[in-house]
């Protein structure tokens, strides 16, 4: 199978820091995504990680270690708006498909 | 503005009568892709297109056809559609580069009830 795993919910405090882990099999992906997502609107593209590491962008930070499956994303600085799922997609090296995980919904509490 | 549009947003229709959902991108992506989600789930894809005229099925094409006579086109077409497809679709379109600068960028969403 293809599993893509993320926590179902999480809840955390606006100004704090969350990190919001995914994992799936390693076997023919090169690269991963992160989106968000608001109910009922279109996913947005936060990050694409294609090498190994960390990547920052302003409060949102993504990192990617491929030959463990495993991916995170960081959120600083939470602010209310931040509520929305958030998406990983690691993207299949073969025919660039890219395969969802069922998202993390994450609250943001003030 | 670079962007993915889609008509139409929302579409009420009954069991067996043929649909079209258009999408159009007008930042000359090479890749493109037709989802649905549901609740609960996540999205799955339907179909996807490498290039014009270049379609294959995704993880859910059974019910569905596309086409991709253009560079900026990839209409959804539904030839009976069921109850079953009711859903919310996303079309979506990337560069297909596979590079560092890789972006994929969703339309706004299409939300099908099927009676």
């Known amino acids: 199978g293809q599993n893509i795993d993320q926590p179902t919910e999480m809840t955390a405090t606006e100004g704090a820091i969350v990190q919001i882990n995914c994992t799936y099999q390693?076997?023919?992906?090169?690269?991963l995504f992160w989106y968000q997502q608001h109910a009922g609107e279109a996913p947005t593209f936060l990050s694409y990680n294609v090498l190994d590491g960390l990547e920052e962008k302003g409060r949102f930070s993504s990192f990617l270690s491929r030959s463990k499956g495993y991916s995170y994303l960081l959120l600083k600085e939470l602010q209310m708006k931040d509520s929305a799922s958030y998406l990983c997609a690691p993207r299949r090296h073969s025919n660039y498909q890219l395969i969802w995980g069922a998202g993390t919904k994450l609250i943001i509490k003030p | 503005e670079a962007q993915v549009t889609q008509n139409p947003r929302y579409l009420i229709t009954v069991t067996g009568k043929k649909l079209t959902v258009t999408c159009s991108q007008n930042m000359n992506h090479e890749y493109m892709s037709w989802y649905r989600q549901d609740p609960g789930l996540g999205l799955r894809q339907i179909y996807y297109?490498?290039?014009?005229?270049?379609?294959d099925k995704g993880d859910v094409p059974e019910g569905y056809k596309v086409s991709r006579k253009e560079k900026r086109n990839f209409p959804l077409i539904l030839e009976s559609p069921s109850p079953n497809q009711t859903s919310l679709y996303f079309c979506?379109?990337?560069?297909?580069?596979?590079?560092?600068?890789?972006?994929?960028?969703f339309g706004p969403g299409t939300r099908l009830l099927v009676l």
């Open positions: 390693t076997s023919g992906f090169n690269g």
């Open positions: 297109s490498m290039n014009v005229e270049v379609t």
């Open positions: 979506a379109s990337s560069t297909g580069t596979g590079g560092r600068e890789e972006t994929q960028y």
